[in-house]
Structure formats: structure tokens, C-alpha cells
């Protein structure tokens, strides 16, 4: 049996998909990272449970939370380097394939169903034939741009989530001196990241003179804000996404996606309700003399947790039948 492997490898999570080549689904698996030293004890374990005859598996695609420069990649987020020539040493794969995890994601979206797995958060005036552009927080903040080609997409990933944080206004102020006293360089993933909502809450606590607060974990603070039952959380979440549609729009004017800005990542699609408020475009679309230019483009919120897993299947599936 000819089986096809995908793996999505975030800071915090990894999900792994082991499918035959036609697409149907034979396992899959999440695992949370902090419980393995490396990605070869996780990806042991999976193995371990997979039947004789689905080995060797013929083509692997892992979409890691790194930039790619070639066979060995560190994580930017976790302390695990991933050595592609060691994982075919020790492991029954025959090919091994490398990439971004917002490749992924990038190729992922068009293995979407627009109806299901998209929330239009902006309608728009969509151009098919000109470029995409992706951006999602989660553990990091990933960015990518896509270029359409004959058959699809061409996806080309970016660092750009470590570009500069700068304030929307004065009282974005205060937040930007106050992470200069824990970091050297302040970029958006500093706080578009579960990390970064952590200390929005933190920093919003002490503005509003609360001393004694507790250490909540980011999906605390998106419970608490969806529930409506501590203010502080609200005010951090409203925050986060202010923040997150201006890095948008940056995204957005830099690259003009006229064929549509997708959000990705877990956060956006657990605090749904604060992005269809309006605070995401009303932020997004704060460009001044260039608002007119970012009504035009549509902008998707992406709730399907599995896009980037879809993608890197997609991989696995092409690189097996170019090799």
C-alpha cells in the first residue's frame, strides 16, 4: 500500500496524518510537544501504532514553525532541531520533504471549502489572478505570500511576523516601552502570539492599578473574554486584535492580496466573536490616504484547524509523484 505522511510541527503542537495516496485518512494524531524531548520520540510513537503493510511510507512532508535553509532546521519556538537526513536514516520513509509551516497553510487554503471553512470578514472587490497573502497567530505569527501559477499557487513564506512592532496611537505607547524592558527587539510576534496575549493582560492589569492578578495562560484569557466574565480579558483580547488587523493592513499594503488576505492560527478562530465585531477591519482598513485600496481586498478568516496538515499532505502527494 502506497501511504503519503504529513506533519504540521507548531511551538506547541504537532499533528501528524498518515494517509494513502488517493487521500483517505488511515491515522492521525495530535501531540502536545512539551511532553518529548525531540520530534524522533514523537514521531516513534506514531510509527510504533502504524500497521506492517502502510511501511514503508513512500513520500513525508513536515511543515515545521522554522525557516527552511535546507536539510536541518532549528524551531524558532521550541528547543528541537529536525535533521531530515537522520529521520530517513532511522525512520521507514523513503522521501522527506522540508518546508515552512505557512507554505503549508499556504497551499492548504485551496484544499479549502469556502463555505465551511471560511468566515468573510471582508467582502471585497476579489482580482482571481493576482496574489494571496496569509497571516496567523498562534504559538508565533506566520506570514506568506502566494503567486498564482497555471495549476494553483505558488507560496513563498516570509519572516515578516518579526518585523517591528510600532503603536497604532499613544496608548499603544506605554505597551511598546514596556516590552522594551524584557526584550531588545520588539516585533508583532512579541504579541500577536499566546505569549504576546498574556502579556497584553498582564500590562492591561497594571494600567488599570490591579496588583494581585493571576498568571492566566492565553486560552484562559480568550475563555474568560468570550465568557464575559473578567473585564481585564476583554480588554486584552479587543487589544490583541487591534493589533492584529494593523499588522494585516501592513501585509496587505505591502503586497495588495487583491485575490484575498486569509487569517490563520488557532487564536482567530477560538475568539471568532471579537473578529466579527468590526475592531479587526476597523484596524486593518486604519491605513489613512490607502484605506480605499484595502476596502478592495476580501479578507477570509480561516476555521479550519487543519489547513496547514492539508497542505503539507499535498506536498507529501506531489513530491511522490515527481520523484
Not at 532511522?90 to 471553512?117: S, T, W, Y
Request: net charge negative.
Amino acid at each position: 500500500m502506497k501511504t503519503v505522511l504529513a506533519a504540521d510541527i507548531g511551538g506547541t503542537k504537532t499533528l501528524l496524518q498518515l494517509s494513502q495516496v488517493d487521500g483517505k485518512t488511515i491515522m492521525q494524531q495530535r501531540f502536545e510537544n512539551s511532553a518529548y524531548v525531540d520530534f524522533e520520540s514523537l514521531l516513534s510513537i506514531f510509527l510504533s501504532a502504524v500497521p506492517a503493510e502502510c511501511l514503508p511510507v513512500r513520500s513525508c512532508c513536515l511543515a515545521i514553525a522554522a525557516p527552511i535553509t535546507g536539510r536541518q532546521v532549528a524551531l524558532t519556538n521550541l528547543p528541537w532541531i529536525i535533521d531530515a537526513d537522520k529521520l530517513l536514516a532511522e525512520f521507514p520513509l523513503k522521501e522527506l520533504l522540508l518546508v515552512n509551516d505557512f507554505a503549508a497553510v499556504g497551499h492548504g487554503i485551496g484544499e479549502l471549502d469556502h463555505e465551511q471553512d471560511l468566515l468573510v470578514l471582508q467582502q471585497g472587490e476579489p482580482v482571481a489572478k493576482s496574489l494571496r497573502a496569509v497571516i496567523g497567530a498562534g504559538t508565533g505569527l506566520g506570514q506568506a505570500i502566494m503567486s498564482p501559477i497555471h495549476k494553483g499557487w505558488r507560496v513563498w513564506p516570509t519572516q515578516g511576523g518579526h518585523t517591528d512592532f510600532a503603536p497604532l496611537d499613544q496608548t499603544q505607547q506605554p505597551l511598546l516601552e514596556k516590552l522594551f524592558q524584557h526584550f531588545q527587539h520588539v516585533s508583532y510576534e512579541r504579541i500577536l502570539s499566546g505569549c504576546g496575549l498574556e502579556m497584553l493582560y498582564q500590562f492591561i492589569a497594571e494600567r488599570q492599578g490591579l496588583t494581585h492578578t493571576v498568571n492566566l495562560t492565553a486560552e484562559q484569557i480568550s475563555d474568560y473574554a468570550i465568557q464575559d466574565t473578567d473585564a481585564t480579558a476583554v480588554e486584552a483580547v479587543k487589544l490583541f486584535v487591534e493589533i492584529y488587523g494593523a499588522q494585516a493592513g501592513n501585509l496587505a499594503l505591502t503586497t495588495l492580496p487583491r485575490a484575498g488576505l486569509f487569517i490563520a492560527g488557532g487564536i482567530a478562530a477560538k475568539n471568532l466573536v471579537f473578529f466579527e465585531q468590526g475592531e479587526f477591519i476597523a484596524s486593518f482598513l486604519a491605513k489613512g490616504r490607502m484605506r480605499g485600496v484595502l476596502e478592495q481586498i476580501p479578507v477570509y478568516l480561516i476555521t479550519n484547524p487543519e489547513v496547514g496538515l492539508l497542505g503539507a499532505r499535498l506536498l507529501a502527494e506531489k513530491a511522490l509523484y515527481n520523484a
